[in-house]
């Protein structure tokens, strides 16, 4: 794919991402102008700290992005604060920090990838629509809290939701770099899977589930426990489910 190419899917998709914030704050929910003024810039502060954590955690080293297994295989720590943003304000800034996170992982394969896996998410389609529809299912499955009477189950399921999100986002990157690279790797399935080096292969394979386990470890405890605690500390930007 040429740079010309690459720079005018850079600039749709920073205005698909500048389209979508802007949508979010076009809505006119509360009754008073007073009212609907000082919303919106809560809502402003918070969509900038959250971004501004994306934005840290993708290009900081080995904050956002833990390299394994000689560079070969990275996983993310990214998903958090995507889950923690939709299990706190919806859909809605799910998808948005979804495609923030996707967006500015597409702008890292770009300027800084590190290994061949790297450079996989140079395809916005395996970089940013996964994460996109990631973080528009994690709000989604959040939203079903709201309809849950038992503060015990919805505790409960704040941990199942988080973690399986987390798998979620997994099977849908893993799922774009299968459908999307199929035929330019192939060979790399192949050599993995097959005769003297299937052991690699296995090794491999053995150390994305254990990540991915991980990842959704990590989401299952944090991201309830921060939900709980930024509820209670900013009661006005975020009320008790």
Do not use: C
């Not at 740079?3 to 979010?24: D, E, K, P, R, Y």
């Not at 979804?98 to 770009?110: H, K, M, Q, S, T």
């Not at 989604?140 to 973690?163: D, N």
């Amino acid at each position: 794919m040429s740079g010309n190419i690459f720079t005018i899917i850079f600039f749709v998709l920073l205005a698909g991402l500048l389209f979508a914030t802007a949508i979010l704050y076009a809505q006119n929910n509360p009754t008073t102008v007073e009212e609907n003024r000082h919303n919106r810039i809560l809502a402003l502060t918070n969509d900038a700290i959250f971004l501004a954590i994306i934005v840290l955690m993708t290009f900081v080293p080995n904050i956002g992005y833990l390299s394994v297994f000689g560079g070969v295989i990275t996983f993310t720590l990214l998903h958090l604060p995507v889950i923690l943003g939709a299990s706190l304000s919806g859909w809605k800034r799910g998808a948005l920090y979804g495609l923030a996170f996707g967006v500015f992982n597409w702008i890292r394969a770009l300027t800084a990838a590190t290994s061949a896996f790297d450079m996989l998410f140079m395809n916005p389609l395996i970089s940013i629509l996964p994460r996109f529809l990631f973080g528009l299912i994690a709000g989604l499955l959040f939203e079903i809290l709201r309809k849950v009477k038992s503060k015990g189950a919805k505790t409960t399921l704040l941990v199942v939701f988080s973690a399986l999100a987390t798998v979620i986002h997994t099977f849908l990157v893993f799922g774009s770099i299968y459908v999307f690279t199929m035929g330019e790797t192939a060979w790399l399935w192949n050599w993995l899977f097959s005769g003297s080096t299937s052991a690699l292969g296995m090794t491999a394979l053995l150390l994305t589930s254990l990540g991915a386990g991980g990842e959704a470890l990590l989401a299952a405890i944090f991201v309830p426990a921060l939900n709980t605690a930024l509820r209670k500390a900013l009661p006005k930007s975020w009320p008790q489910l």
